[in-house]
């Protein structure tokens, strides 16, 4: 949902420093590997010590380059090697997130959150599988739904967040909110997916 009410906002700040960094000569495939090493180093080894709110910020500001880079993308030209590129790195700073949060809480004997935590995982990955499986078959409409990748990003680094300021519960209510919101996104996926070829065989 945000990748439709503020992305025109958004573009209008990062697109002009995206144009700088390609004049500088940093590439938008650069730029990727930079925030996805960083966000990755960043939550595997701050989230499972109970470093919540240095995870929590330091990923963030990672992720943060994904929008620089899809702005040096839009200015350079895109390639569709960058891609794939883009969506494989993002799939890897999904998971590595969400394994992180589950690691952090069976290490602190909270067995709901890291149940929670593996749950929003695979529905993660699901969702964003079903978009590229059915682009691939020839559909077109399988993207959108109640949240996106960061819709999912926003909530969980929130319940780290809130949890690392010493508020109760935060992780475990945002993530059982993830399942249940991602769930939801997944149905709704699959039914346009349904519609979509329903009214091609019509």
């Known amino acids: 949902m945000l990748n439709i009410f503020a992305r025109a906002s958004v573009s209008r700040v990062t697109d002009p420093i995206g144009a700088a960094l390609v004049r500088a000569g940093l590439t938008p495939n650069a730029m990727t590997l930079i925030g996805t090493a960083g966000a990755l ?7 499972p010590s109970g470093m919540l709110l240095w995870g ?9 380059l994904d929008l620089l880079d899809g702005a040096m993308a839009r200015a350079r030209g895109s390639t569709p090697f960058g891609a794939v590129l883009d969506a494989t790195c993002d799939r890897l ?7 992180a949060i ?13 149940v929670a935590a ?13 978009k590229a499986r059915a682009e691939a078959s020839g559909f077109t409409s399988a993207d959108g739904g109640l949240i996106e990748r960061a819709e999912r990003l926003i909530i969980a680094l929130a319940g780290t967040g809130l949890q690392g300021f010493g508020v109760p519960f935060a992780v475990e ?29 019509s």
């Not at 700073?93 to 394994?99: N, P, Q, R």
């Not at 589950?102 to 890291?114: K, L, N, P, T």
């Not at 059982?176 to 070829?197: C, E, F």
């Open 41 to 47: 180093g960043c939550a595997l080894v701050f989230l």
């Open 56 to 64: 929590t910020f330091t990923v963030c500001g990672f992720v943060m």
């Open 93 to 99: 700073v999904d998971g590595a997130l969400f394994a």
């Open 102 to 114: 589950a690691w952090w809480a069976m290490a602190a004997g909270h067995e709901r959150i890291a």
């Open 118 to 130: 593996l749950i929003s995982l695979v529905l993660a990955q699901v969702i964003s599988y079903v």
């Open 173 to 201: 209510l945002s993530q059982w909110l993830l399942v249940a919101l991602s769930a939801i996104t997944l149905v709704q996926r699959l039914v346009r997916v349904a519609r979509s070829a329903a009214a091609g065989c």
